[in-house]
């Protein structure tokens, strides 16, 4: 009886033995630590520690982007480099700011010689509709279907008046603006603007275009636009929002800042667009959770715009986009994971403004930086010429 005692004692002992070596192997296993009992916290640091400085992954999106510039179409490579002008001021970036007049010179100059009469600017906004009603997914649907009524749309708002805004910017014009203005002058832009069905469709291109209808001295539906904005988006219905248009709406909202501020050459007061910082700020959480990098990377900075970089909602996003750089392709990819430099150039280049933002500046404008504009694109000429 007692030796077996002894012996059940024994059995009991080197089980527990056993146990104590094996829960000791498996916590040095790779994977395992004993940390794991506050594991956010502990891998938040972990993290912190491992990412570099914002301003450094800047860099790397900004060398992968700058060794391969002009391989992109023009558009792009011009978006890219008048952004990075704006931010830097340096020359470097002239040969892309170039690319980028050209291409507003050649579709100024098309409009010009071939799109002027009713029936010439039909035939042309109904081969673009064509075009869109090829293309599948949720946001195309709404655009051809939300067009249908006004197919002119996308030859005034997506092509003509951007083109006549940007080289306007520029402190230039096309040589044939009286023309152009003709042009815009025949249509009520707030038909669009205040349609909550464009709006859907089209939010941050409108906010875009009814500021640089402003910009240009034309039709001024600013006001109207945002008021018809909040009514189509009241914040106590973002809930029964789609994933498309939550992203919709808060895209609509950085355009309009970002438009407000001729973007990123003049800094905003908060004050005047506070409806939109109290819902950023309120709303961060969810806006990091349903939208992709490009809109999350805008809302950041939005509050730089604003002069307010310790702002916690710029920390969150900067967070958010570091985290999500492909560091071997050395660039924020898709939320498909896919790193094709075009189709990624408007996304780093937002990533790289938030990370690395070096303020707001006027420019380049052809009165007051010469070297930039050494030899204008045909069909461009000085703003103050007559």
């Known amino acids: 009886m007692v030796m077996s005692l002894i012996h059940q004692g024994i059995v009991m002992k080197t089980v527990r033995c056993s146990l104590i070596y094996l829960l000791i192997a498996l916590l040095s296993l790779p994977g395992w630590s004993a940390v794991q009992i506050y594991p956010q916290q502990e891998n938040a640091i972990v993290q912190q520690k491992a990412l570099p400085a914002y301003a450094e992954d800047a860099a790397l999106i900004r060398h992968t982007f700058e060794t391969q510039l002009y391989i992109l179409p023009a558009f792009k490579m011009g978006h890219y480099g008048l952004r990075m002008y704006r931010q830097t001021l340096d020359p470097k970036y002239k040969s892309a700011v170039w690319a980028d007049m050209a291409r507003v010179a050649d579709r100024l100059n098309e409009v010009s010689e071939d799109i002027y009469t009713p029936a010439q600017v039909k035939a042309y906004s109904d081969a673009r509709a064509a075009r869109y009603s090829q293309q599948e997914g949720a946001r195309s649907e709404l655009r051809y279907l939300a067009t249908r009524n006004h197919p002119e749309y996308y030859f005034l708002g997506v092509d003509l008046l951007g083109s ?61 636009f945002i008021s018809a904005f909040r009514a189509t988006y009241p914040d106590s219905q973002d809930k029964q929002l789609s994933e498309q248009q939550y992203m919709n709406k808060i895209y609509g909202m950085t355009h309009i800042l970002f438009a407000a501020s001729s973007y990123y050459q003049y800094q905003l007061r908060e004050s005047d667009f506070q409806w939109i910082y109290d819902h950023f700020r309120q709303h961060i959480d969810q806006i990091l959770l349903h939208t992709k990098e490009d809109v999350i990377a805008e809302v950041g900075i939005s509050f730089l715009l604003a002069g307010v970089e310790h702002d916690p909602v710029v920390a969150k996003a900067r967070k ?64 103050n010429q007559k």
């Open 320 to 383: 958010a986009i570091q985290e999500a750089i492909d560091r071997k392709a050395g660039m924020v990819p898709s939320v498909k994971g896919e790193t094709a430099l075009v189709d990624g150039e408007h996304r780093n280049t937002l990533a790289i403004m938030l990370l690395d933002w070096r303020g707001v500046h006027p420019a380049p404008v052809y009165q007051r930086h010469p070297g930039m504009f050494t030899n204008l694109p045909y069909g461009l000429v000085p703003r």
């Open 164 to 224: 006549m805004a940007r080289a306007n910017e520029y402190g230039l014009k096309h040589q044939n603006d009286h023309k152009l203005r003709e042009i815009l002058r025949r249509y009520d832009f707030a038909r669009y603007a205040t349609d909550p069905e464009m709006i859907r469709a089209w939010a941050a291109q409108l906010a875009n275009q009814v500021y640089w209808l402003r910009q240009l001295g034309e039709q001024d539906v600013v006001e109207p």
